[in-house]
């Protein structure tokens, strides 16, 4: 733990909810970094130590989802996040995270009260724009929050704005400290989802679909818009017939009154992660499958594959549920005029304008 963040309410949550857990006070993170670095911790052994510290530069951005590569633009939808912490003590397979971070620990931002502070400036200089702000970008949103309780401040801090709606996209089932908080319809939570076969075999150390659905159930009693991420689609046997479960499944727990919308994506990688996979999950099939280099740098299934995968679920959605809305994430036009079958592209901001009005 950086000293300057000793004091923070943060801290003092982790503290008290890891009662006898060894604390090591550090003037300076950076040396502590390169001190951690030289021991060359691999992936796994960072995410067994956790690393409170200040955040020094800007919390909020925009998701880099949307143009990745010069030349290569893909259909964004207005989103912004909120880095409040990095990596994940989950163990996904196909996570990203073990190809994009360098960090030898799990690293929470205590300094929670300069987030909110940016936030505010920020929502305050631009009162006639409307903004989707997630948490999910380099970490789980929820999975360590019966340790930090950040939920609290950030629910709190939303249920003021008139311009803003906070989402929590996570893989757990941690939601207690949710279900007392005064949320004002300004917080929806969000789970990433798949089929039982794929969260068994891929998605290690997270909540089951079981789970997942259960705390879904308990967000919408406590009358939070929930919100389900299809992504990433993976073309397994039978994959018809797992995903038209999976989607039934949901609806049949939830009203589809409560899910305003719901994302698609199919299974894309950096080409080195694909390396990553093979040697920290052996047992893995996603490796194995026909992923060809695509313009933006990633390895994609082919795009007759992926139109045919996103259509399919999406039209199981709408049969099931027609006030639910779906788009795609990371996918470039052409995709997205196949997929919605219209050649009228949406700009970011209608996208995204569209999705805010439905969750409120």
């Known amino acids: 733990m950086e000293e300057a963040v000793a004091d923070t309410s943060i801290a003092s949550n982790v503290l008290r909810n890891l009662p006898g857990v060894p604390v090591r ?15 060359q911790p691999s992936i796994a052994q960072a995410k067994r130590q956790l690393l409170l510290c200040r955040h020094q530069g800007r919390f909020f951005k925009p998701c880099p989802a949307g143009t990745t590569r010069a030349g290569h633009s893909n259909v964004c939808c207005n989103y912004f996040v909120v880095n409040y912490a990095s990596n994940c003590h989950m163990e996904c397979s196909y996570c990203y995270l073990q190809s994009y971070l360098n960090l030898p620990q799990m690293v929470v931002y205590a300094n929670h009260q300069d987030l909110l502070d940016e936030l505010d400036q ?42 803003a709606v906070l989402e929590f996209k996570t893989k757990s089932d941690c ?8 949320h004002g319809g300004r917080t929806i939570v969000s789970w990433s989802i798949n089929p039982r076969t794929v969260q068994e075999a891929e998605e290690h150390k997270t909540a089951s679909i079981e789970e997942r659905l259960s705390a879904a159930e308990r967000c919408v ?28 499944e949901i609806f049949q727990r939830i009203p589809g009154d409560s899910i305003p919308y719901i994302s698609l994506g199919a299974l894309r990688m950096a080409p080195h992660l694909k390396e990553i996979m093979r040697e920290r999950f052996p047992h893995s099939s996603l490796p194995l499958g026909e992923l060809m280099p695509t313009s933006d740098g990633k390895l994609r299934y082919f795009k007759p594959l992926r139109v045919e995968m996103l259509s399919k679920v ?21 995709v997205w005029s196949r997929v919605f079958d219209s050649d009228a592209i949406p700009s970011e901001v209608e996208v995204g304008d569209r999705l805010l009005q439905l969750s409120l």
């Open 25 to 39: 006070l550090v003037p300076d993170v950076d040396s502590l970094v390169e001190e951690s670095r030289r021991f």
């Open 122 to 163: 920020v929502f305050s200089a631009s009162p006639a724009s409307q903004f989707r702000v997630g948490t999910g970008e380099l970490a789980d949103s929820l999975a360590l929050d019966p340790l930090t309780e950040y939920s609290r401040p950030l629910v709190e801090f939303f249920a003021r704005r008139r311009n």
């Open 175 to 182: 939601v207690d400290l949710l279900m007392d908080l005064d």
């Open 221 to 248: 009693e406590a009358g939070y818009p929930v919100v389900f991420h299809i992504d990433p689609i993976v073309r397994i046997a039978d994959w018809e017939k797992h995903y038209r479960g999976l989607v039934q």
């Open 314 to 334: 999406r039209s199981w959605i709408e049969a099931a549920s027609p006030s639910t809305r779906t788009y795609t994430c990371m996918e470039n036009a052409d």
